[in-house]
């Protein structure tokens, strides 16, 4: 067995980790090396205090970054143990993670690491095409191996139902204009290496539409290009709401959306109905299903597209100071 990680350990997986989705693209993560150990940390400079008070999104946006880590170090051959919430007194250290004993990748595994540059937010509409049974079966399987559960919103007035409470919570947040001008702040219309590029906000909404979209500042739609009228809606949870569940619920979302995209699906996150207390509560009740629900996706089949920017690799690792 492996005594520690290495720096180029780190720096490679590090490569992977910075792939995970996160609000506004806001990246909100750091990694470093300490005692042998990989610890993901939370990064303090890049919370959204208007989107997100709590820091529920920075704990889901770290927890998807620790699953990717922690496949770039199984398909490396270096499996990790993960201790989530390591230092009771150092909060923002999200996890450690310490050698294991090696082994050869699963090919399950193989695949989903091989999905981690795919993977991208679809905002566009989708194709009216079903997701067959076994892609859903898939999905909800996924969820489950990370101890968390996904619930399918099957059925014109289920569906229906889920775009009243959505909508709403989207009211809701619009009407807060530190809301709206935070989310501003991180539409980017020149190259940046984070944020929303204002291409890949997805079109404009309009009054039509089922479900909700942010306003990252995309185009107009052309005609006929409305978003589908009867969209696979899935509800990721948990079986709580603690920190701890938070950053389990971004590993299960990030193992979540890389089966998608090795499925060959498009994905789009909707956390309206999350951000808003009052509407969280509504659609866990509407679910019937014990815990908390943490984040909300829209899958489909959907037209080619491309990953937003990230920060470079070194712009997020803490890595040890050598004396001389």
Avoid: K
Avoid at 7 to 18: H, I, T
Avoid at 55 to 67: H, K, P, Q, S
Avoid at 157 to 163: D, I, K, Q, R
């Amino acid at each position: 067995m492996e005594t520690g990680f290495t720096v180029e350990q780190l720096r490679a997986a590090a490569v992977d980790a910075v792939r995970a989705p996160s609000l506004h693209n806001t990246q909100p993560w750091r990694f470093r090396l300490r005692d042998g150990g990989i610890e993901v940390l939370v990064d303090p400079d890049r919370r959204l205090p208007a989107t997100d008070p709590t820091g529920w999104g920075v704990r889901i946006a770290c927890g998807a970054a620790l699953f990717n880590l922690r496949l770039a170090l199984a398909v490396a051959g270096t499996p990790a143990t993960v201790r989530l919430r390591p230092h009771p007194a150092e909060p923002d250290v999200v996890a450690r993670l310490v050698p294991d004993v090696p082994r050869r990748p699963a090919p399950a595994e193989q695949a989903l690491h091989a999905a981690i540059p795919r993977r991208f937010s679809n905002r566009a509409p989708f194709w009216p095409d079903p997701v067959p049974a076994d892609a859903r079966w898939r999905l909800t399987e996924a969820a489950r191996a990370e101890q968390c559960w996904l619930e399918l919103v099957v059925g014109v007035s289920a569906v229906n139902a889920f775009g009243e409470i959505a909508r709403s919570a989207h009211r809701v947040l619009e009407r807060s204009p530190e809301y709206r001008a935070e989310r501003q702040e991180w539409v980017r219309t020149a190259p940046a290496r984070d944020g929303i590029p204002a291409a890949s906000g997805g079109p404009q909404g309009e009054p039509q539409d089922l479900l909700p979209s942010r306003g990252f500042g995309g185009l107009d739609r052309a005609p006929g290009r409305d978003f589908e009228p009867e969209p696979l809606v899935a509800v990721l949870g948990s079986p709580g709401n603690t920190a701890v569940d938070q950053f389990v619920a971004g590993q299960a979302l990030q193992r979540v959306l890389l089966t998608a995209t090795d499925s060959g699906l498009a994905a789009s996150l909707l956390s309206q109905p999350i951000e808003v207390p009052s509407a969280r509560d509504q659609l866990r009740l509407s679910l019937g299903r014990f815990g908390t629900p943490q984040m909300v996706l829209r899958v489909g089949y959907g037209q080619p597209g491309w990953p937003t920017p990230r920060r470079d690799v070194d712009e997020v690792l803490d890595l040890p100071v050598v004396r001389s």
